[in-house]
T-cell receptor, first 109, second 115 residues
Framework: SQELEQSPQSLIVQEGKNLTINCTSS?????LYWYKQKYGEGLIFLMM?????EEKSHEKITAKLDEKKQQSSLHITASQPSHAGIYLC?????????FGKGTSLLVTP | DAGVIQSPRHEVTEMGQEVTLRCKPI?????LFWYRQTMMRGLELLIY????????DSGMPEDRFSAKMPNASFSTLKIQPSEPRDSAVYFC?????????????FGAGSRLTVL
């Protein structure tokens, strides 16, 4: 079964707009990792969250983990074409869970 | 470091043939993971190794799939016999617990098409 649920499945936003991607787990997470994938390539690490309530930012991307450590969000401010790709949330690999199915993001001019 | 190296990048084969996918992890990484990605099921964990020893293979679909890691710098994923439903992108990833973060470094993937 898929332990991590992502929403939305796909997103089309106009350049400059903000967007949010959500990741929900049925179990308490011992670490939540966000990765980005471009078509035909492997996944690239973005951010890792470990503590309840934790928030991290890198450039225009902010990720948060809720206090119960069962839900995470990835927020992109003032989106750019370079943000396009598939965003996946994943568990601590040591816990042998599956990744979320991913959110495909397209940024239009 | 050249990163995680996977081969072949693309493989097209006929049903019933044996397929072997290869992976070279990052030097010094003690964990190696094999994933399969499809549109329907997303990124699924198949098996992972720690110090060359298989730790959890519960994600391996069936006996047609097998994985080995004969040494710290090489792993294979074999499908025999292959079936059309095995068509997917197979990723290898490695990490080091020594760094404490468990961040995975992924290879570029092997795209398998079984006709």
């Amino acid at each position: 079964s898929q332990e991590l649920e992502q929403s939305p499945q796909s997103l089309i936003v106009q350049e400059g707009k903000n967007l949010t991607i959500n990741c929900t787990s049925s179990k308490t997470l011992y670490g939540l990792y966000w990765y980005k994938q471009k078509y035909g390539e492997g996944l690239i690490f973005l951010m890792m969250l470990q503590k309840g309530g934790e928030e991290k930012s890198h450039e225009k991307i902010t990720a948060k983990l809720d206090e119960k450590k069962q839900q995470s969000s990835l927020h992109i401010t003032a989106s750019q074409p370079s943000h396009a790709g598939i965003y996946l949330c994943g568990p601590n690999p040591g816990y042998a869970l599956n990744f979320g199915k991913g959110t495909s993001l397209l940024v239009t001019p | 470091d050249a990163g995680v190296i996977q081969s072949p990048r693309h493989e097209v084969t006929e049903m019933g043939q044996e397929v072997t996918l290869r992976c070279k992890p990052i030097s010094g990484h003690d964990y190696l993971f094999w994933y399969r990605q499809t549109m329907m099921r997303g990124l699924e964990l198949l098996i992972y190794f720690n110090n060359n020893v298989p730790i959890d293979d519960s994600g391996m679909p069936e006996d047609r799939f097998s994985a080995k890691m004969p040494n710290a710098s090489f792993s294979t994923l074999k499908i025999q016999p292959s079936e059309p439903r095995d068509s997917a992108v197979y990723f290898c990833a490695s990490t080091s617990t020594g760094a404490g973060a468990n961040v995975l470094t992924f290879g570029a993937g092997s795209r398998l098409t079984v006709l």
